[in-house]
């Protein structure tokens, strides 16, 4: 190999991407390695277009499995590119090939989906993504270099952008509106990063229909953009297929804020207290928080007996949320309203839980 080509293999920033993308598919997937990867490909035609190459092996290994119809024990031949013959495999052995293989494609479209519909939902996860160190392609680079000079050339000698200010107007300045694209590190709206999210989702479950997390990420996205009876439909499949308590422990939690929101309180609180009821609680901690849900609904509904009764589960089981939980019921003006319409209640909780209501004492 010449040196040129070794230094060129050595700063080749697909490279790494590549790796990345390999480290998925063997299971190895650090949330580094998909954020690079989110954020390349976005910039980068050819890792974009060697992902899209990913969708079309997907399909044709769909296409393949189904077209599998001889018996488990028939040994059959298997071709390469070209229609060279690679060997001969038992359908079962290249059945359970096709399936692991599927599963992991799956596992590269829902941790990209996954991420997007992060970024289109949450400004931390988002501040997160723009600090990765992503390797920028040659292409993007020279882009990036292009507007840098086209900005010199436009502002004249001696221009200082720190000193100066924006050129926007002079000679080149529509140019120059093009370097925020580089510099931000992103080319897309929240909505835009939440539509993509989604459409990775629903790659995943075309692959693995049973692949429940991918499901519940799907579902939320839907809630998030207004669509509840998608959001729902999606949900509900959950519990009808997943056997893991913590995957319908999530189908609960989200179908019954998607009835909150709606204004469904009876209905929110049958799925709520579902999820009570299943003992997850007890077996994983992240779901505690199910006890606001039904101290608020019940709040909403003017039960103030079981209100009490969940808000002291939460206050004696949670103390370490108390100052959040403090935050979240101030910010909640429907129940806040509910309380200033009915005193009594009002006080009696002020005197019982005095840091989350009007003495706002330390908790």
């Known amino acids: 190999m010449k040196t040129s080509d070794k230094v060129k293999k050595q700063i080749d920033p697909c490279l790494q991407i590549q790796a990345d993308l390999s ?11 998909v954020r690079r990867v989110m954020v390349h490909s976005d910039v980068c035609p050819s890792c974009e277009s060697f992902l899209d190459g990913i969708r079309v092996q997907a399909m044709a290994h769909q296409d393949l499995y189904k077209c599998l119809n001889s018996d488990e024990d028939e040994v059959i031949e298997i071709h390469g590119l070209g229609g060279k013959r690679s060997g001969r495999i038992k359908v079962s052995e290249l059945r359970k090939k096709l399936t692991e293989n599927r599963d992991q494609l799956a596992r590269i479209f829902y941790e990209l989906g996954r991420g997007f519909v992060l970024m289109g939902l949450s400004p931390n996860f988002s501040r ?10 040659d292409m993007f680079q020279r882009g990036r270099n292009l507007v840098d000079e086209v900005e010199r050339l436009a ?12 050129i926007e107007g002079q000679v080149g300045g529509e140019w120059v509106r093009a370097k925020a694209l580089f510099d931000g590190g992103g080319l897309h709206t929240p909505e835009e990063n939440l539509v993509k999210g989604k459409n990775l989702l629903h790659e995943a479950l075309m692959l693995s229909p049973d692949f429940h997390e991918a499901r519940i990420y799907l579902g939320h996205a839907y809630h998030v953009s207004q669509e509840k ?3 729902c439909r999606e949900f509900k499949s959950v519990l009808r297929g997943a056997k893991d308590a913590n995957m319908r422990g999530f189908a609960l939690l989200n179908l019954g804020n998607v009835f909150l929101e709606e204004g469904e309180l009876e209905l929110a ?10 003992g997850v609680v007890h077996e994983s901690p ?3 928080l199910i006890y606001f849900n039904l101290a608020l609904v019940y709040g909403l509904r003017e039960l103030f007996s079981d209100c009490e009764t969940w808000l002291q589960k939460l206050y004696n089981e949670m103390p370490h949320k108390r100052s959040m939980i403090a935050e979240e019921l101030r910010s909640r003006p429907q129940f806040t309203g509910v309380l200033a319409r009915h005193p009594e209640a009002r ?8 840091c989350w209501f009007d003495a706002r004492e330390a908790c």
Request: aromatic share 10%; hydrophobic share 45%.
């Open 286 to 288: 992240h779901f505690g």
């Open 128 to 137: 997160i993504v723009a600090c990765e160190p992503v390797p920028i392609p």
């Open 155 to 166: 502002a004249g000698p001696g221009w200082n952008p720190d000193a100066d200010g924006s």
């Open 23 to 33: 480290a998925m598919l063997d299971g190895e997937l650090a949330p580094a390695s």
């Open 347 to 354: 006080e009696a909780f002020a005197r019982q839980f005095p």
């Open 269 to 278: 609180t049958a799925y709520f207290k579902k999820l009570v009821d299943s």
């Open 229 to 231: 009876t998608l959001a």
